[in-house]
């Protein structure tokens, strides 16, 4: 066994970063041996979570070689693979095919592992709920060399702890979940602006039927204009609607250095959010579904805008009944400090269809906010007092955007104590650790 290199790794934020010895088993039988073999470790999938909670200084597992498709049934869409496979490349080869998965977040460049890990959500969390919800079963190596099979119905605690659990209750070897049919690669877009926040929300209310939703929100307007948004609403487009000429597919550029600290401030971002209200024109067009889903993945490595010191995301949710006052003062205090970023988003989230699945899952019916600051000192006391405002309003954060967030936000994950006894009694010692999980004590 070649002895494990150590290098300088971090999250999409580049904030924390840590010197980590890495291992990169090729397969499920060299993940258990390194299991076997380490006393303290963590799944690393392809580092899209902002923070620090795919990082173990002692041991990083890098799941990636860990991929490719083991079956799939193209009569239900039924599709099984290694949890190191890439959801871009199951888009590259599904699509063509009729198929795309059921819920997908905001980058393509995430494993199928980390996805389950953070129970991640689309902009179609209203109607289909998180990725867990559609996982049919997992295959789950576990600190004592087992591997056990756990789905809703067989070794469902363990199922409902690690769909969401960051990694913290073993490595997830492969996967079995449902693909969605499409008919084409195109999604209709219907673009709304909205002059402030009340009307954003009306309209997400009253847009609830449209499978796809999200606003892109000014985070520095003010006043009246306070929450000034532009709502984008999608649909998979049918053959028989799709425009003869398809539209284009923008390639990927690449962000070749760091921007300098100096270049994002309140003025260029002002500027940039001015414009891109400007620019939300209204009416409806059909884009292809890669600038649709992943707007941000056309600029390979844009984590450098925010200069060496990194970036970190806020990202909160909170309770529908309390969203309209927890997110006018949120917006109040971001807009008064300045700081604020180039895409603020706003989705909406449903009840998920049946039980959710995770204990730790972030997603509750509601609104979800998040933002991207630069990791200075002050916009980090600045989330600590956005911290305070989403407890206010009993919100809670989003673990797999966490890098900085106190312990005591945690109480406002209700599975929390569940998903700790299911964890002792599973990993007795503590074997599945990250930075994340020791900083918040999880
Ligand atoms: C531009 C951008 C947009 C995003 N948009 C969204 C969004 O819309 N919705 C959303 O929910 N999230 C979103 N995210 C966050 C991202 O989807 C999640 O952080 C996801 O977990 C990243 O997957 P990954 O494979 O890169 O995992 P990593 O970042 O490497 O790891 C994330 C967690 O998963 C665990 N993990 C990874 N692989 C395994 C495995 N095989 N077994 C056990 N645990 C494992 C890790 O230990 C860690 O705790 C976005 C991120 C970016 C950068």
New binding site residues.
């Given amino acids: 066994m070649p002895a494990a290199p150590t290098v300088l790794l971090s ?2 934020g580049r904030f924390p970063r840590l010197d980590c010895r890495v291992l990169a088993p090729d397969g499920p039988d060299a993940a258990r041996a390194a299991i076997a073999r380490e006393a303290s470790l ?9 923070g620090d ?2 990082l173990n200084p002692a041991a990083t597992l890098l ?1 990636r070689a860990n991929a490719g498709v083991e079956a799939f049934d193209p009569v239900t869409g039924r599709l099984t693979c290694r ?2 496979t890439m959801l871009a490349d199951l888009i590259t080869a599904f699509v063509p095919q009729g198929w795309f998965p059921p819920v997908t ?3 393509r460049f ?2 199928v ?3 389950i ?2 129970d ?3 902009k179609n969390h209203h109607g289909a709920g998180s990725f867990g919800a559609h996982v049919d079963w997992l295959d789950l190596a576990v600190a004592d060399g087992r591997v056990l099979r756990c789905a809703p119905g067989e070794n469902a605690e363990l199922f409902a702890a690690t769909c969401g659990g ?2 913290l209750t073993g ?2 070897l492969r996967a079995c979940f449902a693909m969605m049919p499409v008919q084409t690669r195109l999604i209709r877009q219907e673009t709304r602006r909205a002059s402030g926040l009340a009307a954003v929300m009306d309209q997400f209310e009253a847009t609830q039927d449209w499978p796809y939703s999200v606003a892109w929100i000014d985070c520095l307007s003010r006043g009246a204009a306070l929450g000034r948004s532009v709502l984008s609403l999608g649909a998979h487009a049918t053959a028989a609607e799709a425009p003869a000429a398809p539209p284009p597919r923008p390639r990927a550029r690449r962000m070749a250095f760091d921007l300098p600290g100096f270049a994002l401030n309140r003025w260029s971002v002002r500027a940039f959010n001015a414009l891109y209200y400007r620019a939300g024109r209204p009416g409806t067009t059909w884009v292809d579904l890669e600038p649709y889903f992943y707007p ?1 993945d056309a600029i390979l490595e844009w984590n450098r805008i925010y200069g060496r010191s990194g970036l970190f995301q806020y990202q909160c949710v909170l309770p529908l009944a309390a969203s309209r006052a927890g997110l006018t003062a949120l917006l109040d205090r971001i807009a008064a400090s300045g700081a604020g970023s180039f895409l603020s988003v706003l989705k909406r989230f449903g009840n998920a269809p049946g039980p959710c699945p995770g204990l730790l899952s972030f997603p509750m019916a509601g609104y979800t906010l998040a933002l991207d600051f630069r990791a200075t000192e002050a916009n980090l006391r600045l989330a600590t007092e956005l911290d305070a405002i989403v407890a206010d309003h009993e919100g809670r954060l989003y673990l ?2 966490d890098a900085r967030m106190h312990p005591d936000m945690l109480r406002f994950y209700p599975g929390l104590e569940r998903f700790r006894a299911i964890r002792q009694a599973i990993d007795p010692t503590g074997k599945f650790a ?1 930075a994340q999980s020791r900083r918040l004590g999880l």
């Fill in positions: 999250g999409w963590i799944a690393f999938g392809n580092g899209r979570a902002y909670a795919a799941m949890a190191g977040p905001g980058t995430v494993t592992g980390g996805m890990a953070a991640v959500h689309g960051m990694g490595v997830i941000l797999a955007k990250s």
